[in-house]
């Protein structure tokens, strides 16, 4: 069984920086592609960024290119977020997600496995 673990999240201020971080574990890191997902109440999961199973592609929704970078260490079972000059419209729950043989990519159904979430809050 997959278990994922969200870690990382808190309140900044506009402009600030956060890392958020995400554990796997219960199979082989290496063999999932991993993506994170943002949600806010009352509102659609969206997509923020992907990262295939070697960490040779990355992916990321628009709003988020040139401030966020995702990544991933293999060899401890982590996924990263770097966010970047965060805004007050990046508040939200942010969620790991695991797609065991996948590629990377931005559809929420394809993951299999989600964490719990961590919450970050930027205040403006």
């Known amino acids: 069984q997959v278990q994922l673990v969200e870690s990382g999240g808190g309140l900044v201020q506009a402009g600030g920086s956060l890392r958020l971080s995400c554990q796997l574990s219960g199979r082989t890191f290496s063999t999932y592609a991993m993506a994170w997902f943002r949600q806010t109440p009352g509102k659609e999961r969206d997509f923020v960024a992907a990262i295939s199973m070697s960490g040779g592609a990355t992916y990321y929704a628009d709003s988020v290119k040139g401030r966020f970078t995702i990544s991933r260490v293999n060899a401890e079972n982590t996924l990263y977020l770097q966010m970047n000059n965060l805004k007050p419209e990046d508040t939200a729950v942010y969620f790991c997600?695991?797609?065991?043989w996948g590629s990377g990519s931005s559809n929420p159904s394809l993951y299999e496995y989600r964490g719990q979430g961590t919450q970050v809050t930027v205040s403006s």
């Open positions: 997600a695991a797609n065991r």
